[in-house]
């Protein structure tokens, strides 16, 4: 069945809508007093991600608050590698720790693909809990890290300024690395198929850091996994197309490479150029994005002028979805998120007149 506000949807297959819809990376989080409210009450990140209801909750707090125009599934990237039995936890002011990072022959050896009707049941539970709560008001999205984003994190086993482990690796045994990253392609087309088929609409795959890739080893350790996923991705569920988003940080350099893996959309960060962007690739994929994420710390007037540049950037006619450059700061002023919402939609318009 078709979304009531099914305008996401329209802007991902280059359909024409009437104003250019948004949604904003990260949008269910900490600068929100609900989300915090909820998280308390869970009591800690994973005891939220893994509770279909607190799930269900927190997804549809910013739909409900800002008039967003798609919601997107609340779990995490690292799910998957968790699954694979590395030890997630969420240290306080530290962030992701696996207690058990893949970093020798033997380490390598034990990954597997979980079943994600098994381990990653609470993901897929949660995913038809929100579709029964969202009624059909707007989409909502699945997602998944990349299998070179993912690596970084079960490699590292943390976050990281250089990942340093994971560059070692793929220089001295980049053999290794690459066994990594087709057992992690595997475990996430199967992931979003799961939540393909339990009601996602859409699907965003995550490459936060493909980025810090030198040009070549971006397309053979990163895009080329991204590729072997989406080739094994459902494109049609319930009769409908299920559009897949492919977001890179960082890879304004490859738009190319990246519009030709057969995704429908590409992510852009807030540093590339979206007139030219759409002159390389818009007329093969749609184009989401690219607000800088700290332009919500503006004040009103600032915010409007950055949403407009965005959209004139953009210009007219579809195939646009707003979005930030990046996920939203955790320090946002709440209110400054309407601004922007209602600028994107009020704005928008003058683009989209027949
Ligand atoms: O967009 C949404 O609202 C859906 C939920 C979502 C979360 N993480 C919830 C979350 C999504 C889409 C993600 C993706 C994610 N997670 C990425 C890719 C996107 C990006 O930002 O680059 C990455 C790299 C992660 C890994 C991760 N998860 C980190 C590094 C951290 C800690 C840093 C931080 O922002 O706190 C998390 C924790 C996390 N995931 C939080 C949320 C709301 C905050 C934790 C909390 O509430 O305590």
Known sequence: MKPINDTFLRALKCQPTEFTPLWLMR???????????????????????????????????????????????????????????????FVAGEGPVFARPVQTEEDVARLYVPDPNVELKYVTDAVSSIRRALNNRVPLIGFSGSPFTLACYMIEGRGSRDFRTVKTMMYRRPDLLHRILDVNARAVASYLNAQIKAGAQAVQIFDTWGGMLADGDFQAFSLRYTKQVLDALIRENDGEAVPSIVFTKGGGEWLSDIAATGCDAVGLDWTVNLTRARTLIGDRVALQGNLDPLALFGDEESIR????????????????????????????????????????????RRYHEA
């Not at 939220?48 to 967003?68: C, F, H, K, M, S």
């Not at 959209?311 to 709440?334: E, K, R």
């Open 305 to 348: 002028r950055e949403v407009r540049r965005v959209l004139d950037a953009y210009g007219s006619g579809s195939g646009h979805v707003f979005n930030l450059g990046h996920g939203i700061n955790q320090f946002t002023p709440i209110e400054n998120v309407q601004i922007l919402v209602d600028e994107v939609h009020a704005y928008s």
């Open 27 to 89: 949008q269910a989080g900490r600068y929100l007093p609900e989300y915090c409210e909820t998280r308390a009450r869970a009591g800690s990140f994973m005891g939220l991600a893994q509770n279909p209801d607190y799930a269900t909750e927190v997804t549809l707090q910013p739909i409900d608050r800002y008039g967003i125009d798609a919601a997107i599934l609340f779990s995490d990237i690292l799910t998957v590698p968790d699954a694979m039995g590395l030890g997630l936890s």
